[in-house]
């Protein structure tokens, strides 16, 4: 079974910072999913990557294998990210479904 | 966003008493998972489904079964319910064109068991 890890659980910064929110795992994957839940409840896909690096306006994903590690990053980061952020793993080639951290909760004060 | 429906969206219901919840999905999406959310746990897998009447166990599977006899539907059932199954619950879907597995989640469920 995969354990996916999680750091921090919670962070709060100032709007306008440089924000990481760092995952691990300990089983070789397929894929890695970056994912965004609201308060309200709805869960949005960021991002699922493989390898290297990816970039959606502000924020940016990157996976390491060999170190079975990935990061996101949020650039000037604002209020409007505050939110959950959950990494999930798939370690099953794609169908059998993902494994998922506890979430990192994050707070942008203005 | 992806065309996924969950119903009902609240429930209250009593311990012992079955309970079924149902997602839709409009995207003809092939593959189809359950999840529950629970504090301190976070996300864990229920069931999941690869195709109509193809469906196979999860990580917290005891006390739930399914059913998926159309590609849109997919449904879950609790045969009598317990406290401990108080969550929320969200369907999710995937593989859609090509190979590309990545998930897109239904609004939730909330179940209150009482």
């Known amino acids: 079974k995969n354990e996916v890890e999680q750091s921090p659980q919670n962070l709060t910064a100032q709007e306008g910072e440089f924000i990481t929110i760092n995952c691990s795992y300990s089983v070789g994957i397929s894929a890695l999913h970056w994912l965004q839940q609201h308060p309200g409840g709805g869960i949005v896909s960021l991002f699922m990557?493989?390898?290297g690096k990816k970039k959606h306006g502000r924020l940016i994903a990157t996976i390491n294998i060999q170190e079975k590690h990935s990061s996101l990053h949020i650039t000037a980061s604002h209020p409007r990210d505050s939110a959950v952020y959950i990494c999930a793993v798939d370690s099953g080639g794609g169908a059998d479904g993902l494994t998922f951290g506890k979430g990192t909760h994050l707070i942008i004060q203005p | 966003d992806a065309g996924i429906t969950q119903s009902p969206r609240h429930k209250v219901t009593e311990t012992g008493t079955p309970v079924t919840l149902r997602c839709h999905q409009t995207?003809?999406?092939?593959?189809m998972y359950w999840y529950r959310q629970d504090p301190g746990h976070g996300l864990r897998l229920i069931h999941y489904?690869?195709?109509?009447?193809?469906?196979d166990k999860g990580e917290v599977s005891d006390g739930y079964s399914v059913s998926r006899s159309k590609t849109e539907d997919f449904l879950l059932t609790l045969e009598s319910a317990t406290s401990s199954q108080t969550s929320v619950y969200f369907c999710?879907?995937?593989?859609?064109?090509?190979?590309?597995?990545?998930?897109?989640f239904g609004p939730g469920t909330r179940l209150t068991v009482t």
């Open positions: 489904s690869y195709g109509v009447k193809d469906t």
């Open positions: 990557l493989s390898s």
């Open positions: 995207e003809n999406h092939r593959y």
């Open positions: 999710a879907i995937s593989g859609g064109s090509g190979r590309n597995y990545e998930q897109y």
